[in-house]
């Protein structure tokens, strides 16, 4: 490795197509000096992904929805983003930079005859063990699709993070993986900027920080202004003040995440508006005591099912077992569950989409 102040010369420019283009072919010339380094750079990324993987590491591949906006910005087209081989190719690259800067700082090291120390003051990216009795509560429900745990099932620290990604990975495909997927996000703690250390439980990082990104995040640039600092043989800079940046940064991250879902929940709202009455499947996404939520194909649009607005039965939720139980019919839904439901109000002003059950295509009974 090596760290310091540089500057980028780029042979060639290309777009993730592109570069996915020489990952695809069967077959490059060995004078394509590009296409052959392409090859062994995702040749490389493979081999990073299966490390974090044995070691633990947690991959939610949540499907992310894009709306499309013509020139007035009134949404056209919602459609979902593809993540293939080049795009992860960029992502692990980032991550070892990330990783390689918070481990060079933290454990104390030699670069260009200066010393690190780990008694240095740095901004790392942290990420908490995940809720014991949220991870307690996924076991039951997945125990309900037929999966089985051993007696002495982790729910905590690495162990119970290879639990996790193995029940994950075991119900990939099958209806119930979005179900799961959701509760174990819920289960997980929110990863935050800070001066302390712990490590990144997600990623099954002992060290990492964010690096790449200077020009449009904060902390990287404060991370870019202390390495460069240490570099050159600065002492450690004051701890209270850069935790309280850290706090700041991920006060303000929190207030930008949930700005962006606004945003998109509008655009969302208002692409549906002139599909009122219109039916469509749909998959239930959460259950609430006063309704159950759906997400609708392909768009992945979720709306709310109210429960008073359901005829056929008066429906109860079952909150230990996380489902809706019909207090007549003895009908269950559960998270994963196909229904079909009509829109039937589009609110823009608050955002919410109302829908109807129209007819369950997948209905449990006891």
């Not at 009509?342 to 955002?351: G, P, T």
Request: hydrophobic share 35%.
């Amino acid at each position: 490795r090596w760290i310091g102040r540089a500057a980028i010369r780029s042979n060639h420019r290309l777009s993730y197509e592109q570069a996915q283009a020489y990952i695809d072919a069967e077959s490059v010339p060995q004078n394509d000096e590009l296409g052959q380094a392409i090859l062994t750079l995702n040749s490389l990324s493979q081999i990073m992904r299966a490390q974090r993987s044995k070691a633990g590491a947690i991959d939610f591949d949540r499907p992310e929805m894009k709306v499309e906006v013509d020139a007035e910005g009134k949404p056209i087209n919602v459609y979902q983003k593809i993540s293939r081989e080049a795009n992860w190719l960029i992502e692990d690259f980032m991550l070892l930079a990330n990783r390689t800067v918070a481990e060079f700082v933290a454990t104390g090291g030699k670069m260009n005859g200066v010393a690190v120390k780990n008694a240095k003051t740095f901004v790392y990216r942290v990420h908490g063990e995940p809720n014991e009795l949220k991870l307690e509560n996924l076991r039951t429900f997945a125990k309900g699709f037929g999966y089985k745990f051993s007696e002495k099932e982790p729910t905590s620290g690495r162990a119970a993070a290879k639990s996790l990604s193995k029940l994950l990975d075991s119900a990939k495909g099958k209806p119930e993986f979005n179900a799961f997927e959701n509760l174990a996000l819920r289960a997980m703690a929110k990863a935050c900027y800070s001066t302390d250390n712990i490590g990144h439980y997600g990623l099954a990082f002992p060290f990492y920080t964010h690096f790449t990104s200077p020009i449009r995040r904060y902390p990287d640039l404060m991370v870019h202004r202390l390495l460069a600092l240490y570099l050159n043989g600065a002492e450690s800079r004051k701890k209270e003040e850069y935790e309280k940046e850290c706090q700041y940064a991920s006060e303000r991250e929190l207030v930008a995440a949930d700005a962006e879902r606004t945003s998109v929940k509008y655009k969302l709202v208002e692409f549906m508006q002139d599909k009122l009455g219109q039916e469509f499947e749909g998959t239930v996404s959460g259950i609430t005591e006063w309704g159950m939520y759906v997400e609708i194909e392909p768009t992945k649009i979720e709306g709310m099912v109210s429960l008073r607005e359901i005829k056929s039965d008066f429906f109860e939720f079952d909150e230990a077992r996380y489902r809706l139980v019909g207090r007549r019919t003895r009908k269950i839904y559960r998270l994963g569950d196909q229904v079909r439901i009509k829109v039937k109000n589009a609110n823009l002003e608050q955002r919410l989409l109302d829908y109807e059950l129209v007819e369950p295509s997948t209905i449990h009974k006891k």
